[in-house]
């Protein structure tokens, strides 16, 4: 979802969310914005899931439910988080 999306505006995030972490710099959590990244390790050590932070506490991600808003709040009582990321 994330390759998709960024590439519409011209910038490259191919790969997982392992790569993309790589590609992107740490934002502290009171600074982040819409269109930043959220990462968290859902299966395996490392980030394993991403979504993009649309603002109010709330990210879009790609899951087994499809494409949808969840609460950054209630996915980190769930998994690891990893944080905010910015390209």
């Known amino acids: 979802m ?6 519409q505006i011209g910038v490259d995030l191919n790969g997982n969310a392992a790569t993309q972490y790589e590609k992107t710099k740490p934002v502290p959590d009171d600074e982040a914005e819409p269109g930043d990244l959220v990462f ?42 990893l944080g905010f990321r910015r390209i």
Do not use: C, Q, R
């Open 2 to 7: 994330m390759e998709y999306a960024f590439g």
């Open 40 to 81: 968290f390790s859902t299966y395996a050590p490392g980030p394993t899931h991403v979504g993009m932070y649309v603002g109010d506490g709330k990210f879009i991600n790609s899951n087994d439910a499809g494409l949808e808003y969840s609460s950054v709040e209630t996915w980190k009582k769930l998994y690891p988080y």
